[in-house]
């Protein structure tokens, strides 16, 4: 187990040096991060180099049983980088030039930038290549975050060399992009735009493209960063920090490069409490867009964060908890974010361990209570494997294309997602994430809300789930469009219109005037009375597929809103409106128990459960409250947190409380 934080000595007189390794040792931490923002004080000239300050931390942190993350200082170019090499600059979809200053300007497809780049990374992996204090390196620091995206000459360039390598004639890109509209038809390559600032809108086609395109440039700027290590002598694990529910970049695609997963998490910033699963569901994203491996988190939040003013809060156990939450949903690495506050820049008021004095604080006192009961727990359980035999299908290719198109107003698919993510956490089971390429043979259910995007294949392989006993369960919107965000010429919903027993002939965009339609349940399968759809309603006739429930109101009054067609081994679900939360906690805890997986202990509310399986089953409890909370079990436990056995009944939890049963 990884444990530390992220440290800038570079920020701190050398005489506070030791001060500090002697309180990291104290509190436990065997890791930190260095120098991701340090490329001045590497390199203050081109080639002169300056790696001695930072040699004099490592060895006085090593010292003190502290190793290394090493990172890579790309995302911080210096100015006399910029002065060299203007080029560097991104530029905004509206022209605008991205200045010096801040963060993460530069332009990864420019060949100036690469230069610049191979020249501080070549050398930084000669120098520390053998280091016995480096443990792994973190390539630049959350690729793609603030821009994410350049439109310069050089992208489009870059552009329309990936269109051409994707498609192979432009014949093929004039057909499956329907160019023919609005007389868009490219008769050569050079005429395939970056999808630059225009009075109307891109052909959603090619904007879809442009951020699969981009994807596959931040990727292969990491990978042109890791051979240049490779070839450096490096032989450590080579990572980079991403972020969560971050939309711009298909973290599947990015993982495969990654020798193992990390990234940052920041449970304040989401748009709702913790408690509401939002970081929960991250957690099991970000474990997942890596088949499943133990990954590391680099940035914890510890204090409240805020760069021109706050953005959260924290109290005492909030820290402790996240740190749990993390390890419960496959983790195995746990750097905070930071270290000690900042006096200077944008982020001083992005609070780390220490405040800015410096002083031991109730979080440092938490941090070593917690990097003591870590110490303590079973090696197996941070490589244990989280046990899930459900799938929820999160793709970027989906978030884009409805990003891209969103239907009605108040659509987001990250919204579809969460109702259904908390409700499948409050029935009792884990969860993976899957995309259109993942392997959907070790699970019994799969959910993807909103699957808008089908290609031909990806259909073959869900019917097939489905045939082989599998059950799907699908929403609005779904089967609409091929890869290429065109829609499908066959009646809706496509290819998978044999699988579900019905045709969608037509649909109401309930948002557009802020409506409701009433859902009643007709079937065998039981459904809350009451039930209301917002947003879209899809006008459906069963073609072989019981009906579930029906619309009340409208013109389609009496049509299916829900139906279920036996294919197969298994089922396959349609639900064709939007409906709450309460909706999902009730169908999905009928529909499981059906499928004989396990139920959840009974909890106070915000208890969060999750699971991971090594040589026993370890069942983390954590109460996402700041008040008491209880778990009810069914036998006696062990609490590995304290020895203690506990149970039967109800086992009582403290404000963000934790235990770890077995």
């Known amino acids: 187990m990884r444990f530390g934080a992220a440290y800038y000595p570079e920020h701190w007189p050398r005489e506070r040096w030791p001060i500090d390794a002697r309180m990291m040792q104290a509190a436990h931490f065997n890791t930190v991060r260095l120098a991701e923002f340090a490329w001045t004080r590497l390199e203050p000239d081109e080639d002169a180099f300056d790696f001695g300050w930072l040699d004099d931390a490592m060895e006085l942190l090593g010292a ?9 200082p790309t995302a911080t170019p210096p100015a006399w980088v910029v002065e060299q090499s203007p080029d560097i600059l991104p530029i905004t ?33 000669q120098h520390y290549a053998t280091h016995p204090h480096v443990i792994a390196w973190q390539i630049d620091n959350e690729l793609a975050g603030h821009v994410d995206q350049c439109y310069c000459d050089a992208c489009q360039q870059a552009f329309q060399q990936w269109v051409q390598a994707q498609y192979g004639s432009l014949d093929a890109v004039n057909e499956a992009w329907g160019t023919d509209f609005w007389s868009e038809v490219f008769t050569d390559w050079t005429q395939i735009p970056a999808p630059r600032y225009m009075h109307a809108q891109h052909s959603p086609s090619l904007v879809l493209a442009w951020k699969r395109f981009y994807t596959d440039v931040w990727t292969d700027y990491f990978l042109f960063q890791k051979n240049l290590l490779r070839e450096s002598g490096v032989t450590v694990p080579i990572t980079t920090n991403l972020m969560g529910l971050f939309r711009d970049l298909d973290y599947y695609t990015h993982a495969r490069a990654l020798d193992f997963v990390a990234w940052d998490n920041y449970p304040n910033n989401y748009p709702a409490p913790a408690g509401k699963y939002e970081s929960a569901f991250a957690h099991d994203l970000m474990r997942s867009v890596k088949d499943g491996k133990p990954y590391w988190v680099v940035e914890e939040q510890s204090g409240a ?16 908890l996240m740190t749990y939450q993390a390890i419960a949903h496959g983790g195995e690495g746990i750097l905070y974010f930071r270290w000690r506050t900042c006096r200077f820049g944008v982020e001083q008021y ?7 004095d410096g002083r031991p604080n109730w979080r440092y006192a938490e941090v070593t209570r917690t990097g003591q009961e870590l110490r303590a727990l079973p090696d197996d359980l941070f490589t244990a494997r989280t046990p899930t035999p459900v799938a929820l299908l999160y793709s970027h290719d989906q978030l884009w294309a409805h990003g891209i198109i969103s239907h009605v107003p108040g659509f987001d698919y990250v919204g579809e997602q969460l109702p259904i993510y908390g409700a499948l956490r409050e029935a009792g089971v884990d969860v993976d994430m ?24 990806t ?25 290429d965000s065109v829609i499908w010429q066959d009646p809706l919903p496509g290819p998978l219109r044999d699988l579900l027993g019905i045709t969608v002939d037509d649909y109401d965009a309930l948002g557009v005037q802020q409506a409701t339609v009433g859902v009643h349940g007709c079937g065998s399968f039981p459904l809350p009375a009451g039930l209301t759809g917002t947003l ?22 009496g049509r299916p809103a829900i139906t279920v067609n036996r294919f197969g081994d298994g089922q396959a679900w349609y639900i064709g409106t939007h409906l709450d939360s309460a909706f999902w906690q009730s169908f999905l805890k009928e529909l499981l128990a059906q499928a004989h997986l396990p139920s959840a202990d009974a909890t106070s509310d915000g208890v969060e459960i999750a699971h ?34 506990v149970g039967p009944g109800k086992v009582a939890l403290e404000p963000f409380g934790v235990r770890i049963l077995t």
């Open 64 to 72: 003190h049983g502290v190793q290394t993350l090493l990172c890579t």
């Open 305 to 320: 964060p805020g760069w021109n003013q706050l953005g959260g809060r924290t109290g005492p156990g909030y820290m402790r």
């Open 350 to 356: 992005w609070h780390g361990i220490l405040q800015h």
């Open 459 to 483: 259909a073959e392989a869900v019917i097939d789930f489905v045939r082989h006993g599998g059950t799907l369960v699908l929403t609005y919107r779904s089967a609409v469009k091929d890869w």
């Open 536 to 557: 879209w309603a899809d006008v459906i006739t069963a073609e072989g597929a019981d009906t579930e429930a029906t619309f009340a109101d409208g013109w389609y009054a």
């Open 434 to 457: 899957v995309n259109e390429e993942s392997d959907l043979t070790p699970y019994r259910v799969l959910i993807a809300p909103a699957w808008q995007l089908l290609p031909a294949d």
């Open 93 to 125: 979809p509206d022209g605008k030039l991205v200045n010096f200053g801040g963060r993460r300007h530069y332009c990864p497809t420019q060949t100036s930038y690469r230069e610049h780049t191979a020249r501080i990374v070549h050398a930084m992996g």
């Open 612 to 645: 991971r399986q090594g040589e026993r089953r370890y069942t983390f409890v954590l109460n996402m409250q700041q008040i008491p909370g209880w778990v009810e079990l069914a036998g006696t436990q062990t609490d590995l947190l304290t020895g203690d056995a």
